[in-house]
């Protein structure tokens, strides 16, 4: 992420970010939709942009005072982190720095921890803080952790993302901005503070690539997981079958 942003806001107007050009998301999928239901829906998401963002007040806190509501005015980048996640140390260090080059613009940065290991919350949270500890120890970011996975389904599953680190902007009237990989967001990020970028054509073509890919993703997770199921039993016909 480059520490110089001139120009910025004009670029931001014009930048497209496809979904295809993502890179560095290589963690396995930390959510597992009921892909019987989402194939008979046809898989339709239910978090896109220009939605109000779902709830955060199931999350608990590790780091940083609580937010339980977005308030209006302000803009939130929820940034979907795991600690057995190589990339998401890189990406929260690049956080950082972006929360300190905007927090004066009102920009908040929150990471959400989440599909931990863990058998207890408690258990979760001593992962977490360890994970914060080795990764980032002196980070002024809120940071929290979703034990329970109601929060998961509402963000991940309701928007069909599947990897991690994943971004959702939240932008000064409470609906989603911005999906996708976290290295995009000094592209946009001065777009959504003007209020250019949440209706722009550039914004509508990036969702509709990131769900396009995305749809296809989660069909093909759902038959890794059929299979895999089948194999766990040693069910040879139904893992030749697909399902």
């Known amino acids: 992420m480059s520490a110089s942003h001139d120009g910025q806001g004009e670029q931001a107007s014009a930048i497209s970010l496809p979904a295809s050009q993502i890179q560095g998301q290589t963690t396995p999928m930390i959510s597992r939709p009921n892909f019987q239901k989402t194939n008979e829906d046809k898989m339709k998401h239910q978090l ?6 779902p ?52 920009v908040e940065v929150i990471g959400v921890v989440a599909k931990e290991p863990a058998s207890t919350a408690d258990e979760a949270r001593s992962l977490v803080e360890t994970w914060l500890a080795e990764t980032l120890s002196n980070s002024d970011i809120r940071i929290a952790y979703d034990h329970t996975g109601e929060m998961d389904k509402l963000w991940m599953d309701a928007s069909l993302s599947f990897r991690v680190p994943q971004a959702f902007v939240v932008s000064k009237n409470g609906t989603i901005a911005y999906i996708g990989d976290p290295n995009s967001l000094e592209c946009i990020l001065h777009g959504v503070i003007d209020g250019s970028w949440d209706s722009s054509a550039e914004a509508r073509e990036a969702e509709k690539e990131r769900l396009a890919e995305c749809e296809v993703n989660a069909l093909e997770r759902g038959f890794e997981i059929q299979i895999g199921t089948a194999i766990e039993v040693r069910d040879w016909k139904r893992a030749a079958r697909g399902n």
């Open 48 to 53: 896109s942009i220009g939605f109000p963002a």
């Open 55 to 106: 709830s955060i007040k199931m999350l608990a806190w590790v780091q940083g005072d609580p937010v339980h509501v977005f308030h209006p005015g302000w803009i939130y980048i929820i940034v979907y982190l795991s600690t057995t996640c190589g990339y998401c140390e890189t990406a929260l260090s690049a956080l950082e720095t972006l929360q300190e080059m905007y927090k004066d613009m009102g």
